[in-house]
C-alpha cells in the first residue's frame, strides 16, 4: 500500500508541473495577443499594408506609410496611445462594425455607399485613378478596357470601376474580365506575369509599383475622376470622430501633416536594386534585393518564431484536450456500451475531422474571437483541431497495451482510473510520444494558413516580402526550404528519441 501511495504522489507531482506549464504557456500566448494596458486612452486603428506609401510593411516589419504616420501625430496631439491592425482592404469596414477596431486609415475613399456603413472624418488627400500596363501596351482610357483582363484590389474604388454592372456607364461590355486580389501587389504580378492587361489602382501606389518596375510597367490617369481620402469611424461613435477631426486640424496647423506628405508622398524613396546582363550577377543582385537590402531575412526570422511558437502552444492544448477526449471515448470500453461521455467524443472527432481547419480558424476568428487576439484563436483552433487527431493517438496507444495490465492493476486494488493512471498510461507513452512528434510536424505545416487571421508567420513573411520586391520564385523557394528543413530536423530528432525509448525496452 505505501507503493501505491508514493506511486500516485509521484503522478500527481508530474501532473501538476505539466498544468502548471501548460498554464504558463496559455499565458504567454494570451499577454501576446492582448494590448497595452498602462491605463492610456487606445485608439485601434484598422489598415491594409498593401498601399504604399500610404501604408505598407517597412523593413523592419512594421506597419509604416504616410496614413500611419499621420494616425500617429493625431493620436499624440490627442492623447492616444494608436495601435495598428493589419488587415485586409475588403474587411476593414466590417472590423470596424463589429467593433474590433475604433477607427480606419488606408487611403479610403469617401464613397457614398461607404456612407452608409460608416461615418467618415474631413478628407486628408485628394486622389486620381490610374491604368498600369505593360510597357508595350497601348492602352489609355478605361473605355479600352472594355473586353479586356483587368486585375484590382478587391472591394476598392478600381474594383467598382471597372466593375461591368448596370450603373457603369464606362465599362458595358459584360466580357470585361475583373480578377480581383486581395492586394494590389498580388494584381501588379499578375500584370507582370502577362495575365492581365491592366491594373486599375489609385494615383500614388500606381507610381511606385511603375516605379518599383522601371522598365517593365507604365501608367495612365484616368481623366476626369477624383477621390478624397478619409477615416472612417463606426456610425454614430461622435467622439473618436471628433478626436480625430480636432486633431487633424491640429497637425494640419503645426505643420507636421506638411512635413509627413513631403517625407512620405514626394520624397519616397524605393530601395535602388542593381542589374547586371551577368545573369550570374543578376540573381546575385536579385538575392541581396529579396533577402538582405529591404531586410527579408528579418522578415522571415520572425515568422519563423511565430511559426514554431504557434505550433509548440498549438500542440500542447491539443494534447491535454486530446487525452481528454481520449479517456472520454475509452469510457465505452470500461462500460462496454457507447456512453454519454463516448458519444460526445465520438461527435467532436467527426466535426473536427469533416471540416477544413482555415474554416475552422475563420470561425474562430470572426465569429468567436470578433477578429481579436488573433493568436490565441489560432493556438486555440489548432489546438482543438489537431486535439481530434490527438486523441486517436492515445486511444490507440492504449488499446496497445497488454489487456493483462488493466486485470493486474484492478487485482491490486486499483480503481479503473488509477490503473489507467499509474498503469496503463505510462506504459502507453511510449507508443504514443513519436506518434505525437508526427503530429507535431503536420502541425508546423499546417499552421501555414495562420497569415489569413493577420498572424505574420513563415508563409506571411514570403506574401510580404513579394509584396515588396515583386519577387515570387526566391521568397517561395525559400520558405519551402525553410520549412522543408525544419520538419527534417524534427524527424531526425524524433527519431533519436524513438531509438532511445526502445532501448529502454531492452533489459
Ligand atoms: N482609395 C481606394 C478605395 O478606397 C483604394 C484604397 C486601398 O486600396 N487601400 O477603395
Redesign the pocket.
Known sequence: MKNKASLKIKASLKIKASLMGILLCVMFVVGCGKGNETGEKILRVGT?AE?PPFEYINNDGEVDGFDIAVMKAIGEEMGYNVEFQNME?KSLIGSLKTGAVDAVI????VTDERKESVDFTNTYYQ?TQHIVVRVDSDITTLEQLNGKKVAV?EG???DLLVTPEEDNEIITDSSTEVKRFKK?TDAIIELKNGSVDAVVV?ANPAKQFVSANEGVLKSVEVEGIT?E?AIAVSKGNEQVLNDINEGMQRIKENGVFDELVETYINGTEQSVRKHSDNPVMEFIYTLEFVFISTNGYKLLLQGLLATIGISLAAVLVGVVLGLIIALMKMTEVQKGKKTLFSRIATIYIDIIRGTPAIVQLLIMYMVVFQSKMGIVAAVLTFGINSAAYVAEIIRAGILAVDKGQMEGGRSLGFSYGETMRYIILPQAIKNILPALGNEFITLIKETAIVGYVAIQDLTKAADFIISRTYETFLPLIAIAIIYYCLVKLLTKGLNVFERRLRQSDIR
Open positions: 491594409n498601399f482592404f488606408a487611403g479610403m475613399t486622389a484590389q476598392t474604388t478600381g494590389g489609385d477621390e481620402y
